[in-house]
Antibody, heavy 120, light 106 residues
Framework: QITLKESGPTLVKPAETLTLTCSFS?????????VGWIRQPPGKALEWLGV???????RYSPSLKNRITITKDTSKDQVDLTMANMDPVDTATYYCAHRRAYSGFAVDHWGQGTLVTVSS | DIQVTQSPSSVSASVGDRVTITCRASQSISNWLAWYQQKPGKAPKLLIYSASTLESGVPSRFSGSGSGTEFTLTINSLQPEDFATYYC?????????FGGGTKVEI
């Protein structure tokens, strides 16, 4: 059974750096597997932020690529998201996502999500 | 980037109705399209991938069709638990954008 869970601060100040951790179980970051981050501002649509593949390859949203970094720790079954220079418009629920195999970027398992508020 | 446009943004329906939601891609994505259901305060749930393949455990009243640039999600015989927001997603290439969502309400 695949599970993912996000952890990290729920409140950050403008200009600060956010770091979230996705801890997962039920799979390993082995061949073909990819884990990423998706966010959803309150009342708005979903947005992929970035994804990391089992081999270390990464893809970032063009609109955010200068601000975000995704890393993995295979020994701990964790994937981290770091987002610099946070702004109130970055207030959103952040989801960790497991990409469905052989289905492009469809997501078959999601974390519960963590609401991050950016405010002074 | 390949964008997707979803319509309508909301639809009013009753239990037992058939509901159809449309998603259009800005260029051909073959069958690389997914559909999700999201209820308030919950993470999205994958319903359909590869445009028409039902995810395991999803009721058969949900169906997807289309290829290229035009796609449809159909919910036959709407049930009370189906009132939710539905999203399409271009799954071919990153950043794999989602549509704006369709809220199915009473």
């Amino acid at each position: 059974q695949i599970t993912l869970k996000e952890s990290g601060p729920t409140l950050v100040k403008p200009a600060e750096t956010l770091t979230l951790t996705c801890s997962f179980s039920g799979f390993s970051l082995s061949s073909g597997v990819a884990v990423g981050w998706i966010r959803q501002p309150p009342g708005k649509a979903l947005e992929w932020l970035g994804v990391i593949y089992w081999n270390g390859d990464k893809r970032y949203s063009p609109s955010l690529k200068n601000r975000i970094t995704i890393t993995k720790d295979t020994s701990k079954d964790q994937v981290d998201l770091t987002m610099a220079n946070m702004d109130p418009v970055d207030t959103a629920t952040y989801y960790c996502a497991h990409r469905r195999a052989y289905s492009g970027f469809a997501v078959d398992h999601w974390g519960q999500g963590t609401l991050v508020t950016v405010s002074s | 980037d390949i964008q997707v446009t979803q319509s309508p943004s909301s639809v009013s329906a009753s239990v037992g109705d058939r509901v159809t939601i449309t998603c259009r891609a800005s260029q051909s994505i073959s069958n690389w399209l997914a559909w999700y259901q999201q209820k308030p305060g919950k993470a999205p749930k994958l319903l359909i991938y590869s445009a028409s393949t039902l995810e395991s455990g999803v009721p058969s009243r949900f169906s997807g069709s289309g290829s290229g640039t035009e796609f449809t999600l159909t919910i036959n015989s709407l049930q009370p638990e189906d009132f939710a927001t539905y999203y399409c997603q271009q799954a071919k290439s990153f950043p794999a954008p989602f549509g704006g969502g369709t809220k199915v309400e009473i």
